[in-house]
């Protein structure tokens, strides 16, 4: 399986002590270089940026077409990470971009991009029986300040 992630889920599977269960659902998995800076440069995330670092399953790889980057940035207002993530996709024709932000989504699913989220990767993972009660982890994400509407929450 051929999968590119955004920034937010990688930071929130940190956060909740769970990122090993993205390498134990899909191997490997692609960011995009402005993704990976997103997650290194930040000096307030050292933490998250020495596993991101040391995760052998994480490959960084560099964008090409600059111009379609570009164009979602400026026409349509989303971050670098975000607009390198659906480019990255979409140019290798990824099984999965595992990105959270409903903007971003929307344009992905337009572009016809196989999607899902840090919630869907979960519900996922309950499913395959990977990790237990959901509750708790959904918890864990609120306690470290990921948003996540009451709709999905219940």
């Known amino acids: ?23 134990d659902m ?6 995009p270089e402005a993704v990976f800076k997103e997650l290194t440069n930040n000096p307030s995330m050292s933490r998250e940026a020495k596993i991101v670092k040391e995760s052998s399953f994480l490959k960084v790889k560099k964008i090409e077409n600059e111009f379609a980057v570009k164009l979602l940035q400026k026409q349509l207002n989303l971050g670098a990470g975000e607009s390198e993530a659906i480019v990255l996709a979409d140019i290798l024709k990824a099984d999965l971009l595992i990105i959270d932000e409903r903007k971003a989504r929307g344009i992905a699913k337009n572009m016809e991009i ?15 029986k990977k990790v237990g009660k959901l509750k708790s982890l959904l918890d864990c994400l609120l306690s470290n300040n990921i948003r996540i509407s009451k709709k999905l929450y219940k």
């Not at 899909?26 to 960011?31: F, K």
């Not at 196989?114 to 395959?128: D, P, Y």
């Open 1 to 23: 399986m051929l999968i590119v992630s955004d920034t937010t889920p990688i930071i929130s599977f940190i956060k909740i002590g769970e990122l090993d269960l993205l390498e």
């Open 26 to 31: 899909y191997g490997e998995i692609i960011l």
């Open 114 to 128: 196989n999607i899902s989220g840090t919630l869907g990767i979960l519900v996922e993972a309950k499913r395959q």
